[in-house]
């Protein structure tokens, strides 16, 4: 069972950066595309962006698009989500996952965006 393990969420203000952490277990993880979740509160989880295999390709949801970058490191077992222009409506839960073979969730972090 692959454990998922977030951090670097923290309390910002509106138009500052973070950088999220995302390290994963197991041997499978340069295999499979990763993608960064968030879940507002009384939202359901979204997409944000996710990265295929060896990070030649990404995708955005339009509302993150062009503010944020997701990124991997293959050799650390780790994928990252830089996040520049924060906005308030981008306070959330952040999680990782495989968009195509969900696995179990691991914590998240909390990213909080102050107006």
């Known amino acids: 069972q692959v454990q998922l393990v977030e951090s670097g969420g923290g309390l910002v203000q509106a138009g500052g950066s973070l950088r999220l952490s995302c390290t994963a277990s197991?041997?499978?993880?340069?295999?499979?595309?990763m993608g960064w979740y968030r879940q507002a509160p009384g939202k359901e989880r979204e997409l944000v962006a996710q990265?295929?295999?060896?990070?030649?390709?990404?995708n955005y949801a339009d509302s993150v698009k062009g503010r944020f970058t997701i990124s991997r490191d293959n050799t650390k077992n780790t994928v990252y989500l830089r996040m520049n222009s924060l906005k308030p409506e981008d306070t959330a839960v952040y999680y990782c996952n495989n968009p195509f073979a969900l696995g179990s969730w691991g914590q998240g972090t909390q990213v909080t965006v102050s107006s």
């Open positions: 197991g041997s499978m993880f340069s295999s499979n595309y």
């Open positions: 990265i295929s295999s060896l990070g030649g390709r990404t």
